[in-house]
């Protein structure tokens, strides 16, 4: 038996992204991984469709955040390119279901990860369009990886993260539902990572040097869903040990944007440590499972958390280019003559097409449109609102058809309006998450709580709710002893100003040049302030007309409060831990922070300044 899902979110066929939300998704359309199949070898000259190239988990990794990218944006031409993909795979597919480019005597050695990671990408992709002969491929190629494990178990990669097959075992076994997928998914878990014993142990505070399998940031972001997905069968709580997990993690590792560290391995609560971009787009991906299994809107809070602060910092303005890891305290990018992180090179944090290693380039495109996936869902009775972004939904409600649209700026503003529309007279209940962040909260003028409000609707035409947000401003005290500023879900950080210096260049048989050449980023303004207050009384909140969401040239909404400079070093490249006096070297003056999001430069965990 497979347990249904609490809420089950929407194909990228039936929403139309618009407003800031569709800016964003065109600006990754026009940007790398919306052309990595144009200009990067392991994409273009993929082994996966009969090239030479890279044969393992790049061309999957892609096409898991193209595929839902070009349906959102409807996009022909992308469509086209994707299918030219999916096609080449399944017309190289083996005879007797092996999906993965490599010769039989190797299958035995092969990291099937990558097979796991390309089930995946084709049950999204028979998602939007019902492509029979790709079930068929996937039907086969599971088949088949459930034979090759009998005799050659689950290895590397493939073993850390085998909890990935469950999701196109489930949507297989939806369709199709033959006892031996359920098997199938048993099998992974028997094979697999055992994560649940790592954090029953002190494993991971002992793992503090070098690089491992077990305290890899990108592991640790995907197995927070394990559990989760294996309680569709199990009947487990669905959550108990991903709330364990992420607290454990947050705790000794987290970041201020919500998120934890990992360069590439898990590296304290250091503001200037690293983590990488994989990780975020994998822990958003697990938190929203998270949510449509469990129910719980916990999940998409910290979901939030991971799309306005964490993942717009990590890629450039155009993106274009990106970095391999990104700092809370990050006052330079450039090469420096020692390394700065725990297992990654001196070039991990430059932006650039592939900075230290290319997974990033090839999974950056995941984050944002799975993100717009997260919006709405289908409840058993109607249909509920995650995440207010945004567009607007076609659907059918009890045999008629109906029109969603999600009008509103929200996170930069505090206001959104559901425009439903119905051909004809129909009944259901409207969910809406309240975030936690909300000081109060009104549904069409009445209070409401936190968490999920149900309201009965009944549509004869047109019907119009509203939410109403209030935002805190609030100061969170960091593991550094220094504080960090936040208003709603928005973390806010000191925008440094910048430098530019670009580096073209080929190296590996792969060419770096405009736009997709590689960044070292300078300083041109002071780093080292202080808060001068922690009365929030005395912080200004000014909304700013803007277009593309996530850029230091024209943010959505700036704070502004007083600061002063202090004492603080940057040896190497970067801002030391902590200043070497938290008191003021300056007149107190009105300095105007920015959202995370919004920089490239910045500092995030500030002091409060002494008397």
């Known amino acids: 038996m497979l347990r249904n899902l609490q809420y089950t979110p929407f194909s990228a066929n039936a929403i139309k992204p618009e407003g800031w939300l569709k800016k964003q998704l065109t600006i990754q359309a026009n940007g790398l991984a919306g052309n990595l199949d144009k200009i990067w070898p392991d994409i273009k000259d993929s082994m996966w469709i009969g090239g030479s190239r890279h044969d393992w988990e790049r061309v999957p990794y892609w096409l898991d955040g193209f595929i839902p990218l070009a349906y959102l944006l409807d996009d022909e031409d992308m469509k086209q390119r994707a299918k030219t993909y999916v096609d080449g795979i399944v017309d190289r597919q083996r005879e007797d279901g092996w999906l993965c480019p490599c010769r039989s005597e190797q299958r035995r050695h092969y990291d099937t990860w990558a097979a796991l990671l390309l089930c995946k990408v084709l049950a999204l992709y028979c998602d939007v369009t019902g492509d029979s002969r790709v079930e068929d491929a996937l039907y086969k190629g599971l088949k088949q990886f459930s034979d090759h494990i009998n005799g050659a178990t689950l290895h590397d990669w493939g073993a850390t993260r085998w909890f990935e097959g469950l999701i196109p075992i489930f949507w297989l076994y939806e369709k199709r539902p033959e006892s031996w997928l359920l098997l199938l998914a048993k099998k992974l878990n028997i094979q697999g990572f055992d994560w649940e014993r790592v954090f029953a142990t002190d494993m991971l505070d002992e793992l503090t040097d070098g690089w491992d399998y077990i305290s890899h940031v990108v592991n640790l972001g995907m197995m927070l869903k394990s559990r989760a997905l294996m309680s569709r069968i199990t009947g487990e709580d669905p959550e108990a040990f991903a709330q364990k997990a992420y607290a454990w993690l947050y705790e000794n590792h987290g970041m201020a944007c919500g998120h934890f560290t990992g360069d590439e391995n898990l590296s304290t609560t250091s503001p200037?440590?690293?983590?990488?971009?994989?990780?975020?787009?994998?822990?958003?991906?697990?938190?929203?499972?998270?949510?449509?299994?469990?129910?719980?809107?916990?999940?998409?809070?910290?979901?939030?958390?991971?799309?306005?602060?964490?993942?717009?910092?990590?890629?450039?303005?155009?993106?274009?280019?990106?970095?391999?890891?990104?700092?809370?305290?990050?006052?330079?990018?450039?090469?420096?003559?020692?390394?700065?992180?725990?297992?990654?090179?001196?070039?991990?944090?430059?932006?650039?097409?592939?900075?230290?290693?290319?997974?990033?380039?090839?999974?950056?495109?995941?984050?944002?449109?799975?993100?717009?996936?997260?919006?709405?869902?289908?409840?058993?009775?109607?249909?509920?609102?995650?995440?207010?972004?945004?567009?607007?939904?076609?659907?059918?409600?009890?045999?008629?058809?109906?029109?969603?649209?999600?009008?509103?700026?929200?996170?930069?503003?505090?206001?959104?309006?559901?425009?439903?529309?119905?051909?004809?007279?129909?009944?259901?209940?409207?969910?809406?998450?309240?975030?936690?962040?909300?000081?109060?909260?009104?549904?069409?003028?009445?209070?409401?709580?936190?968490?999920?409000?149900?309201?009965?609707?009944?549509?004869?035409?047109?019907?119009?709710?509203?939410?109403?947000?209030?935002?805190?401003?609030?100061?969170?005290?960091?593991?550094?002893?220094?504080?960090?500023?936040?208003?709603?879900?928005?973390?806010?950080?000191?925008?440094?100003?910048?430098?530019?210096?670009?580096?073209?260049?080929?190296?590996?048989?792969?060419?770096?040049?405009?736009?997709?050449?590689?960044?070292?980023?300078?300083?041109?303004?002071?780093?080292?302030?202080?808060?001068?207050?922690?009365?929030?009384?005395?912080?200004?909140?000014?909304?700013?007309?803007?277009?593309?969401?996530?850029?230091?040239?024209?943010?959505?909404?700036?704070?502004?409060?007083?600061?002063?400079?202090?004492?603080?070093?940057?040896?190497?490249?970067?801002?030391?831990?902590?200043?070497?006096?938290?008191?003021?070297?300056?007149?107190?003056?009105?300095?105007?922070?920015?959202?995370?999001?919004?920089?490239?430069?910045?500092?995030?965990?500030?002091?409060?300044?002494?008397?």
């Open 272 to 611: 200037i440590q690293g983590s990488e971009l994989c990780s975020v787009n994998e822990a958003m991906f697990s938190f929203e499972n998270l949510f449509q299994i469990s129910g719980n809107p916990y999940w998409l809070d910290l979901v939030e958390k991971e799309a306005f602060n964490a993942l717009p910092a990590t890629v450039s303005p155009d993106m274009w280019t990106h970095q391999y890891v990104q700092m809370t305290n990050q006052v330079e990018c450039s090469r420096t003559p020692h390394r700065v992180f725990r297992t990654n090179n001196e070039e991990a944090h430059i932006f650039g097409l592939e900075p230290h290693y290319g997974c990033c380039t090839a999974n950056m495109g995941q984050g944002f449109p799975k993100f717009a996936l997260s919006s709405l869902y289908k409840t058993k009775t109607g249909i509920a609102c995650g995440i207010p972004l945004p567009m607007t939904l076609e659907s059918e409600i009890n045999g008629t058809h109906l029109t969603c649209q999600v009008i509103t700026d929200y996170p930069f503003r505090s206001e959104v309006r559901f425009v439903f529309r119905a051909e004809a007279p129909v009944c259901f209940d409207f969910t809406l998450r309240i975030p936690s962040h909300a000081s109060s909260a009104k549904v069409n003028g009445k209070d409401v709580a936190c968490g999920m409000y149900t309201l009965p609707l009944s549509v004869t035409d047109t019907t119009e709710i509203t939410l109403s947000l209030d935002f805190t401003t609030r100061f969170e005290r960091r593991p550094s002893g220094m504080l960090a500023l936040w208003h709603g879900p928005l973390l806010y950080s000191l925008p440094i100003a910048e430098r530019w210096e670009m580096r073209e260049y080929e190296r590996d048989g792969v060419v770096r040049k405009f736009p997709y050449c590689d960044y070292y980023i300078y300083p041109e303004s002071d780093f080292n302030y202080g808060f001068a207050t922690s009365d929030i009384e005395k912080i200004t909140v000014c909304e700013e007309d803007f277009d593309a969401p996530f850029t230091p040239k024209q943010p959505p909404i700036r704070l502004k409060l007083p600061m002063a400079k202090v004492a603080w070093e940057k040896p190497d490249g970067r801002c030391a831990l902590h200043p070497v006096s938290n008191k003021a070297i300056s007149n107190i003056e009105t300095v105007t922070l920015i959202p995370y999001g919004c920089t490239n430069l910045r500092m995030t965990e500030m002091p409060l300044i002494e008397e």
